[in-house]
């Protein structure tokens, strides 16, 4: 069982910064492509970017978040963090961490509110 703890969300104001982490318990975190999801109130949780594993660094995201983004990942740590800038109120949702590709066992996730 795989168990992802996600931390570090909170109340911003809009054009604000935050950065969120997330902490993977498995021996083998720097083989594993990872993402961050985002789930707001009545949408479906949708992947807001993710990295290739080891240490090429390849990331992708979607045209709603590119350039305010950023993912980044410490094998040593098995922590994947989500750098966000520029925050907007559409931003505001509960974020979680998984696989891309086959996610499994979601964490609690961290809420993240961005609001005047």
């Known amino acids: 069982q795989v168990h992802f703890e996600e931390s570090g969300g909170g109340l911003v104001q809009p054009g604000e910064s935050l950065r969120i982490s997330c902490s993977v318990s498995?021996?083998?975190?720097?083989?594993?492509?990872m993402g961050w999801f985002r789930q707001a109130p009545g949408k479906q949780r949708e992947l807001v970017a993710s990295i290739s594993s080891g240490n090429s660094g390849r990331t992708s995201y979607p045209d709603s978040v590119k350039g305010r983004f950023t993912i980044s990942r410490d094998n040593a740590k098995k922590t994947v963090y989500l750098q966000m800038n520029s925050l907007k109120s559409e931003d505001t949702a509960v974020y979680y961490c998984?696989?891309?590709?086959?996610?499994?066992?979601w964490g609690q996730g961290t809420q993240v509110t961005v609001s005047s």
């Open positions: 498995i021996p083998d975190f720097d083989r594993n492509f």
């Open positions: 998984n696989f891309p590709t086959r996610p499994t066992d």
